[in-house]
Protein backbone atom coordinates (compact mmCIF):
# COMPACT_ATOMS: atom_id res chain seq x y z
CA UNK A 1 0.00 0.00 0.00
CA UNK A 2 1.48 3.55 -0.80
CA UNK A 3 0.39 6.14 1.91
CA UNK A 4 1.57 9.73 2.41
CA UNK A 5 1.52 12.40 4.93
CA UNK A 6 2.11 16.22 4.84
CA UNK A 7 2.88 19.09 6.89
CA UNK A 8 3.61 22.67 6.77
CA UNK A 9 5.49 25.15 9.61
CA UNK A 10 6.70 28.83 10.01
CA UNK A 11 10.12 28.03 10.14
CA UNK A 12 11.96 31.03 11.29
CA UNK A 13 12.00 33.24 14.45
CA UNK A 14 8.43 35.03 15.63
CA UNK A 15 10.46 37.92 16.44
CA UNK A 16 10.75 40.10 13.47
CA UNK A 17 13.62 42.38 14.48
CA UNK A 18 16.29 39.92 14.99
CA UNK A 19 17.70 40.51 11.12
CA UNK A 20 18.87 43.69 11.07
CA UNK A 21 16.12 45.84 11.72
CA UNK A 22 16.59 47.27 16.09
CA UNK A 23 17.58 50.79 14.75
CA UNK A 24 15.00 51.11 12.58
CA UNK A 25 11.36 53.04 14.01
CA UNK A 26 8.71 52.73 11.82
CA UNK A 27 9.49 48.79 11.32
CA UNK A 28 6.30 46.93 11.14
CA UNK A 29 6.25 42.93 10.99
CA UNK A 30 3.60 43.51 8.19
CA UNK A 31 5.67 46.01 6.36
CA UNK A 32 9.59 44.00 6.38
CA UNK A 33 8.91 40.41 7.48
CA UNK A 34 6.91 36.92 5.69
CA UNK A 35 5.66 34.35 7.08
CA UNK A 36 8.53 31.88 6.03
CA UNK A 37 7.19 28.84 5.06
CA UNK A 38 8.67 25.02 4.87
CA UNK A 39 6.50 22.01 4.29
CA UNK A 40 7.39 18.30 3.83
CA UNK A 41 5.96 15.66 2.20
CA UNK A 42 6.47 11.67 3.43
CA UNK A 43 5.40 8.73 1.19
CA UNK A 44 5.97 5.50 1.57
CA UNK A 45 5.92 3.23 -1.65
CA UNK A 46 5.80 -0.56 -0.32
CA UNK A 47 8.37 0.14 2.37
CA UNK A 48 10.18 1.98 0.29
CA UNK A 49 10.27 5.71 2.00
CA UNK A 50 10.84 9.11 0.02
CA UNK A 51 10.75 12.66 2.01
CA UNK A 52 10.74 15.94 -0.25
CA UNK A 53 11.29 18.92 2.25
CA UNK A 54 10.56 22.54 0.71
CA UNK A 55 11.34 25.85 1.94
CA UNK A 56 11.70 29.57 1.46
CA UNK A 57 14.78 30.21 1.05
CA UNK A 58 17.53 31.61 -1.21
CA UNK A 59 19.19 28.57 -2.48
CA UNK A 60 19.99 25.05 -1.23
CA UNK A 61 23.79 24.91 -0.50
CA UNK A 62 25.97 21.54 0.14
CA UNK A 63 26.20 22.52 3.98
CA UNK A 64 22.17 23.40 3.86
CA UNK A 65 21.78 19.74 2.50
CA UNK A 66 24.06 17.87 4.33
CA UNK A 67 22.50 19.62 7.64
CA UNK A 68 19.40 19.01 6.85
CA UNK A 69 20.33 15.61 5.55
CA UNK A 70 21.67 14.41 8.66
CA UNK A 71 18.42 15.49 11.05
CA UNK A 72 16.30 14.00 8.67
CA UNK A 73 18.63 10.87 8.84
CA UNK A 74 17.95 10.07 12.55
CA UNK A 75 13.92 9.81 12.19
CA UNK A 76 13.80 8.23 9.03
CA UNK A 77 15.57 5.46 7.42
CA UNK A 78 15.72 7.20 3.54
CA UNK A 79 18.32 6.34 0.99
CA UNK A 80 20.10 9.73 -0.47
CA UNK A 81 18.66 8.92 -3.64
CA UNK A 82 15.35 9.43 -1.73
CA UNK A 83 15.63 12.59 -0.28
CA UNK A 84 15.07 15.73 -1.78
CA UNK A 85 15.69 19.66 -0.28
CA UNK A 86 14.19 22.21 -2.60
CA UNK A 87 14.63 25.90 -2.50
CA UNK A 88 11.80 28.78 -3.58
CA UNK A 89 14.86 30.58 -4.60
CA UNK A 90 13.55 33.55 -3.07
CA UNK A 91 16.21 36.77 -3.74
CA UNK A 92 14.64 38.59 -0.72
CA UNK A 93 14.53 36.28 2.06
CA UNK A 94 16.96 34.10 3.78
CA UNK A 95 20.00 32.24 2.83
CA UNK A 96 21.91 30.44 5.35
CA UNK A 97 25.21 31.37 3.82
CA UNK A 98 28.40 33.15 3.94
CA UNK A 99 27.62 35.35 0.70
CA UNK A 100 24.28 36.51 1.46
CA UNK A 101 23.01 36.96 5.14
CA UNK A 102 20.56 38.66 6.54
CA UNK A 103 21.48 42.38 8.27
CA UNK A 104 25.31 41.90 9.87
CA UNK A 105 24.60 38.69 11.07
CA UNK A 106 27.88 36.68 12.00
CA UNK A 107 28.38 32.87 9.91
CA UNK A 108 27.91 31.77 13.40
CA UNK A 109 23.99 33.11 13.71
CA UNK A 110 23.34 31.71 10.58
CA UNK A 111 24.60 28.35 10.92
CA UNK A 112 22.43 28.42 14.30
CA UNK A 113 19.43 28.73 12.43
CA UNK A 114 20.32 26.24 9.47
CA UNK A 115 20.68 23.66 12.41
CA UNK A 116 17.48 24.78 14.01
CA UNK A 117 15.63 24.93 10.91
CA UNK A 118 17.25 21.34 9.88
CA UNK A 119 16.00 19.94 13.44
CA UNK A 120 12.51 21.50 12.64
CA UNK A 121 12.36 19.53 9.35
CA UNK A 122 13.41 16.38 11.12
CA UNK A 123 10.48 17.50 13.59
CA UNK A 124 7.91 17.36 11.07
CA UNK A 125 9.09 14.27 9.30
CA UNK A 126 8.89 12.42 12.18
CA UNK A 127 5.40 13.65 12.69
CA UNK A 128 4.24 12.85 9.15
CA UNK A 129 5.83 9.08 9.53
CA UNK A 130 3.16 8.92 12.08
CA UNK A 131 0.01 9.44 10.40
CA UNK A 132 0.98 8.06 6.51
CA UNK A 133 -2.49 7.36 4.89
CA UNK A 134 -3.26 5.59 1.68
CA UNK A 135 -4.21 8.19 -1.22
CA UNK A 136 -5.23 9.03 -4.38
CA UNK A 137 -3.99 12.15 -6.96
CA UNK A 138 -5.11 14.58 -8.88
CA UNK A 139 -3.46 17.11 -11.22
CA UNK A 140 -4.30 20.45 -12.94
CA UNK A 141 -2.38 22.34 -15.16
CA UNK A 142 -3.09 26.26 -15.91
CA UNK A 143 -1.23 28.33 -18.27
CA UNK A 144 -0.76 31.53 -16.69
CA UNK A 145 -0.97 34.94 -19.05
CA UNK A 146 0.30 38.16 -18.68
CA UNK A 147 2.30 38.02 -15.32
CA UNK A 148 6.03 36.60 -16.59
CA UNK A 149 8.37 35.72 -19.33
CA UNK A 150 11.61 35.19 -20.74
CA UNK A 151 13.50 38.14 -19.16
CA UNK A 152 15.96 38.26 -22.24
CA UNK A 153 13.32 38.05 -24.89
CA UNK A 154 9.42 38.58 -25.12
CA UNK A 155 9.58 36.02 -27.48
CA UNK A 156 11.91 33.80 -25.76
CA UNK A 157 11.24 29.93 -24.53
CA UNK A 158 9.17 30.33 -21.24
CA UNK A 159 7.14 27.72 -19.13
CA UNK A 160 3.91 29.48 -18.18
CA UNK A 161 2.30 26.48 -16.73
CA UNK A 162 1.39 26.40 -13.23
CA UNK A 163 1.03 22.65 -12.26
CA UNK A 164 -0.52 21.45 -9.00
CA UNK A 165 -1.05 18.10 -7.87
CA UNK A 166 -3.32 17.20 -5.09
CA UNK A 167 -3.44 14.00 -2.65
CA UNK A 168 -6.53 13.06 -1.07
CA UNK A 169 -7.12 9.85 1.49
CA UNK A 170 -8.05 6.73 -1.18
CA UNK A 171 -11.16 6.39 1.68
CA UNK A 172 -12.61 9.59 2.48
CA UNK A 173 -11.44 11.91 -0.07
CA UNK A 174 -10.14 13.97 2.17
CA UNK A 175 -7.38 16.03 0.80
CA UNK A 176 -4.27 15.78 1.92
CA UNK A 177 -2.27 17.96 0.62
CA UNK A 178 -0.30 19.35 -2.83
CA UNK A 179 2.74 20.18 -4.99
CA UNK A 180 2.86 23.18 -6.20
CA UNK A 181 4.83 23.54 -9.31
CA UNK A 182 5.92 27.23 -11.10
CA UNK A 183 8.85 28.30 -13.27
CA UNK A 184 9.56 31.71 -12.28
CA UNK A 185 12.29 33.73 -10.36
CA UNK A 186 11.31 35.26 -6.93
CA UNK A 187 12.35 38.82 -7.96
CA UNK A 188 9.47 40.96 -7.41
CA UNK A 189 11.55 42.43 -3.76
CA UNK A 190 14.41 44.42 -4.65
CA UNK A 191 17.60 44.57 -2.18
CA UNK A 192 17.07 47.86 -1.43
CA UNK A 193 13.99 47.15 -0.23
CA UNK A 194 13.78 46.26 3.66
CA UNK A 195 11.29 43.66 3.35
CA UNK A 196 12.66 40.26 4.09
CA UNK A 197 9.96 38.22 1.95
CA UNK A 198 8.72 34.71 0.60
CA UNK A 199 8.32 37.08 -2.80
CA UNK A 200 6.37 35.54 -5.74
CA UNK A 201 6.55 31.71 -5.13
CA UNK A 202 6.47 32.09 -1.67
CA UNK A 203 3.43 34.06 -1.35
CA UNK A 204 1.54 32.48 -4.33
CA UNK A 205 1.96 29.14 -2.23
CA UNK A 206 0.55 30.32 1.00
CA UNK A 207 -2.42 31.70 -1.06
CA UNK A 208 -3.18 28.10 -2.56
CA UNK A 209 -2.95 27.19 0.71
CA UNK A 210 -5.12 29.16 2.44
CA UNK A 211 -8.15 28.57 -0.41
CA UNK A 212 -7.06 24.71 -0.32
CA UNK A 213 -6.90 24.47 3.46
CA UNK A 214 -3.78 22.12 2.79
CA UNK A 215 -0.12 21.83 3.17
CA UNK A 216 0.82 23.11 0.22
CA UNK A 217 5.00 22.15 -1.09
CA UNK A 218 6.50 24.17 -3.80
CA UNK A 219 9.21 23.46 -6.29
CA UNK A 220 10.81 25.61 -9.22
CA UNK A 221 10.77 24.68 -12.67
CA UNK A 222 12.92 25.82 -15.56
CA UNK A 223 13.61 29.46 -14.58
CA UNK A 224 16.72 30.44 -15.53
CA UNK A 225 16.33 33.01 -17.23
CA UNK A 226 12.38 34.11 -16.70
CA UNK A 227 10.98 36.58 -14.43
CA UNK A 228 7.84 38.96 -14.15
CA UNK A 229 6.52 41.31 -16.75
CA UNK A 230 7.74 43.91 -14.80
CA UNK A 231 11.37 43.95 -14.66
CA UNK A 232 11.62 45.05 -17.98
CA UNK A 233 9.77 47.95 -17.15
CA UNK A 234 11.62 49.35 -13.90
CA UNK A 235 12.61 52.05 -15.61
CA UNK A 236 11.55 55.93 -14.35
CA UNK A 237 9.21 53.37 -11.78
CA UNK A 238 9.11 55.08 -8.25
CA UNK A 239 12.08 54.28 -5.95
CA UNK A 240 9.81 53.03 -3.07
CA UNK A 241 9.22 50.57 -1.11
CA UNK A 242 5.45 51.04 -1.12
CA UNK A 243 5.70 50.40 -5.35
CA UNK A 244 7.30 47.24 -4.70
CA UNK A 245 5.13 45.12 -2.31
CA UNK A 246 2.25 46.78 -4.64
CA UNK A 247 3.97 45.01 -7.37
CA UNK A 248 4.14 41.86 -5.50
CA UNK A 249 0.91 41.81 -4.61
CA UNK A 250 -0.67 42.56 -8.15
CA UNK A 251 1.56 39.65 -9.40
CA UNK A 252 0.52 37.22 -6.94
CA UNK A 253 -2.97 38.06 -7.64
CA UNK A 254 -2.46 37.57 -11.20
CA UNK A 255 -1.29 34.42 -10.76
CA UNK A 256 -3.53 32.82 -8.02
CA UNK A 257 -6.71 34.27 -9.95
CA UNK A 258 -5.79 32.21 -13.13
CA UNK A 259 -5.31 28.94 -11.40
CA UNK A 260 -8.62 29.27 -9.35
CA UNK A 261 -10.82 30.69 -12.04
CA UNK A 262 -11.69 26.70 -13.28
CA UNK A 263 -11.37 25.68 -9.31
CA UNK A 264 -12.42 21.97 -9.89
CA UNK A 265 -10.62 21.16 -13.52
CA UNK A 266 -8.64 18.48 -11.59
CA UNK A 267 -8.02 15.41 -13.33
CA UNK A 268 -6.84 12.16 -11.82
CA UNK A 269 -3.42 10.86 -12.53
CA UNK A 270 -1.82 7.46 -11.41
CA UNK A 271 0.82 8.26 -8.99
CA UNK A 272 1.46 4.46 -8.01
CA UNK A 273 5.66 3.51 -7.17
CA UNK A 274 8.56 5.55 -6.80
CA UNK A 275 11.71 4.60 -9.76
CA UNK A 276 14.76 7.00 -9.28
CA UNK A 277 18.20 7.16 -11.88
CA UNK A 278 20.76 9.29 -10.93
CA UNK A 279 23.41 10.53 -13.36
CA UNK A 280 26.27 13.05 -12.58
CA UNK A 281 28.35 14.98 -14.71
CA UNK A 282 31.27 16.01 -13.73
CA UNK A 283 33.60 19.38 -15.53
CA UNK A 284 37.20 20.42 -15.16
CA UNK A 285 39.12 23.33 -17.05
CA UNK A 286 41.58 25.66 -16.86
CA UNK A 287 40.48 29.20 -18.30
CA UNK A 288 43.21 31.56 -19.50
CA UNK A 289 43.64 35.21 -17.16
CA UNK A 290 43.79 36.63 -20.20
CA UNK A 291 40.36 35.69 -21.60
CA UNK A 292 38.79 37.16 -18.06
CA UNK A 293 40.51 40.33 -19.05
CA UNK A 294 38.81 40.92 -22.07
CA UNK A 295 35.71 39.53 -21.31
CA UNK A 296 35.85 42.72 -18.28
CA UNK A 297 37.20 45.17 -20.41
CA UNK A 298 34.20 44.35 -23.41
CA UNK A 299 31.33 44.39 -20.74
CA UNK A 300 32.99 47.41 -19.23
CA UNK A 301 32.53 48.94 -22.70
CA UNK A 302 28.88 47.92 -23.27
CA UNK A 303 28.02 49.47 -19.61
CA UNK A 304 29.04 52.59 -20.61
CA UNK A 305 27.21 52.46 -23.89
CA UNK A 306 24.13 51.29 -22.35
CA UNK A 307 21.39 53.50 -22.40
CA UNK A 308 18.66 51.38 -20.79
CA UNK A 309 18.96 51.97 -16.95
CA UNK A 310 17.64 47.95 -16.20
CA UNK A 311 20.29 46.41 -19.09
CA UNK A 312 23.27 48.26 -17.25
CA UNK A 313 22.04 47.38 -14.01
CA UNK A 314 21.78 43.64 -15.25
CA UNK A 315 25.13 43.87 -16.74
CA UNK A 316 26.92 45.84 -13.65
CA UNK A 317 25.92 42.35 -11.96
CA UNK A 318 27.49 40.60 -14.42
CA UNK A 319 30.75 42.45 -14.18
CA UNK A 320 31.15 41.97 -10.16
CA UNK A 321 30.41 38.16 -10.93
CA UNK A 322 33.82 37.79 -13.76
CA UNK A 323 35.71 40.10 -11.75
CA UNK A 324 35.44 37.85 -8.59
CA UNK A 325 36.85 34.85 -10.70
CA UNK A 326 39.64 37.26 -11.34
CA UNK A 327 43.30 35.40 -10.98
CA UNK A 328 41.13 31.25 -10.75
CA UNK A 329 41.93 29.86 -13.74
CA UNK A 330 41.22 26.60 -12.41
CA UNK A 331 37.12 25.48 -12.26
CA UNK A 332 35.86 21.76 -11.52
CA UNK A 333 32.07 20.72 -10.52
CA UNK A 334 30.02 17.76 -10.62
CA UNK A 335 26.73 18.59 -11.75
CA UNK A 336 24.18 15.77 -10.01
CA UNK A 337 20.80 15.26 -11.75
CA UNK A 338 17.95 12.29 -10.73
CA UNK A 339 15.07 11.08 -12.96
CA UNK A 340 11.79 10.25 -11.29
CA UNK A 341 9.02 7.70 -12.27
CA UNK A 342 6.12 8.13 -10.04
CA UNK A 343 4.03 6.59 -12.57
CA UNK A 344 1.74 8.86 -14.60
CA UNK A 345 4.27 11.83 -13.27
CA UNK A 346 7.97 12.24 -13.80
CA UNK A 347 10.23 14.54 -12.31
CA UNK A 348 13.21 15.62 -13.74
CA UNK A 349 15.52 17.09 -10.56
CA UNK A 350 18.54 19.52 -11.97
CA UNK A 351 20.97 21.48 -9.46
CA UNK A 352 20.85 25.07 -9.65
CA UNK A 353 18.98 27.37 -12.48
CA UNK A 354 17.70 25.18 -15.79
CA UNK A 355 16.73 27.89 -18.63
CA UNK A 356 13.36 27.53 -20.66
CA UNK A 357 14.77 26.74 -23.57
CA UNK A 358 16.42 23.36 -21.99
CA UNK A 359 14.11 22.73 -19.58
CA UNK A 360 10.81 22.63 -21.97
CA UNK A 361 12.53 19.81 -23.68
CA UNK A 362 11.53 17.74 -20.26
CA UNK A 363 8.19 19.31 -19.49
CA UNK A 364 5.26 17.58 -20.96
CA UNK A 365 1.73 17.43 -20.43
CA UNK A 366 0.03 14.40 -22.08
CA UNK A 367 -2.34 12.32 -20.96
CA UNK A 368 -1.10 10.02 -18.65
CA UNK A 369 2.50 11.27 -18.86
CA UNK A 370 3.07 14.74 -17.05
CA UNK A 371 6.80 15.22 -16.76
CA UNK A 372 7.79 18.41 -14.81
CA UNK A 373 11.35 19.77 -13.44
CA UNK A 374 12.48 20.69 -10.32
CA UNK A 375 15.26 23.02 -9.93
CA UNK A 376 17.33 24.07 -7.38
CA UNK A 377 16.62 21.06 -4.98
CA UNK A 378 19.55 19.55 -3.58
CA UNK A 379 21.36 22.18 -5.25
CA UNK A 380 25.07 22.56 -4.66
CA UNK A 381 25.74 25.20 -5.92
CA UNK A 382 26.17 25.17 -9.45
CA UNK A 383 24.39 28.19 -10.55
CA UNK A 384 22.95 28.56 -14.39
CA UNK A 385 22.83 26.37 -16.74
CA UNK A 386 22.50 27.98 -20.12
CA UNK A 387 22.51 26.70 -23.37
CA UNK A 388 25.14 27.46 -26.34
CA UNK A 389 23.64 29.76 -28.31
CA UNK A 390 23.39 32.52 -25.20
CA UNK A 391 26.72 32.09 -24.13
CA UNK A 392 28.55 35.64 -24.03
CA UNK A 393 25.27 37.14 -24.33
CA UNK A 394 23.51 37.49 -21.32
CA UNK A 395 23.70 37.57 -17.52
CA UNK A 396 23.24 34.17 -16.76
CA UNK A 397 25.96 33.08 -19.02
CA UNK A 398 27.91 35.97 -18.03
CA UNK A 399 27.72 34.51 -14.17
CA UNK A 400 27.58 30.78 -15.21
CA UNK A 401 31.01 28.68 -14.82
CA UNK A 402 29.55 25.55 -16.11
CA UNK A 403 31.18 24.91 -19.52
CA UNK A 404 29.99 25.61 -22.56
CA UNK A 405 27.51 22.47 -23.91
CA UNK A 406 27.40 20.75 -20.37
CA UNK A 407 23.65 22.00 -19.99
CA UNK A 408 22.86 20.44 -22.87
CA UNK A 409 24.51 16.82 -22.17
CA UNK A 410 22.57 16.40 -18.66
CA UNK A 411 19.00 17.83 -20.40
CA UNK A 412 19.57 15.49 -23.18
CA UNK A 413 20.75 12.59 -20.50
CA UNK A 414 17.71 13.28 -18.94
CA UNK A 415 15.26 13.20 -21.31
CA UNK A 416 16.30 10.26 -22.15
CA UNK A 417 16.20 8.06 -18.74
CA UNK A 418 12.63 9.28 -18.38
CA UNK A 419 12.02 8.02 -22.07
CA UNK A 420 13.44 5.03 -20.41
CA UNK A 421 10.60 4.83 -17.68
CA UNK A 422 8.09 4.69 -20.33
CA UNK A 423 9.43 1.36 -21.69
CA UNK A 424 9.78 0.08 -18.15
CA UNK A 425 5.44 -0.25 -17.83
Not at 89 to 103: A, Q, V, Y
Not at 248 to 253: A, G, Q, T
Not at 277 to 285: D, I, K, S
Not at 336 to 342: L, P, Q
Request: glycine share 8%.
Amino acid sequence: MNRIAMKTISYLPDHPFKFGFVEQEDITKERTYDDFQMTATVMDFSGENVVWVGLDIGGISTAIYDVFAEEIGKVIDVKPTNLYISGTHTHSGPNFSKNRTWGEESQADMDEICFTTAKKAAEMVKECMGRLEPFTAEIKVTGIEGCYSNRNSLDGPCDKNVTLIRFKNAETGKPIGMWFNMACHSTMIYPRNLKMSTDIVGNVNKRLAAHYGIPVLSTAGCQGDTSTRLTRQRLGYPDTEEHDLADLDRIVSGIVDQVLAQPEDFEPINIDRFQVTCYEVGFHYTLDPEVTERKIANLEAEIAAETNADQARIKTSALRGVKSRRGQSDFKGVLKCRAINMGEVKIGVFPGELVASLGLQVVRHESHDHRLVACYTNDRGCGYLVEVAEYGKNFESLSSIIPVGTPEVITTMMVKELDQFDLLK
